[in-house]
């Protein structure tokens, strides 16, 4: 945690501060040291955007830049057995 927070404007026009961490992720689209903004009960584990370096499966940089993923992280492995 970086100590800091972000103002996101979600998809409902709802205004929302959250915590920002810096992490480090390892997806089929990115892989890196990024900025993230910590969210409750997102809908998704992560979503890139304005990243440069974002790539789809065959290496192609992607022209949106803009990704979502899921993935099941160790932690949340545990919390469903």
Known sequence: MT??????????DTVRRAPVA???????YYQGQVKAVCMENPLHDGIIG????????????LETKAVVYNKVTR????LSQ
């Open 22 to 28: 810096e992490i480090e992720i390892e997806t089929p």
């Open 3 to 12: 100590g800091g927070t972000e103002t996101c404007i979600l998809i409902d």
């Open 75 to 78: 932690q949340k492995s545990k």
């Open 50 to 61: 304005n990243v440069p370096g974002v790539t789809d499966n065959s290496n192609d940089m």
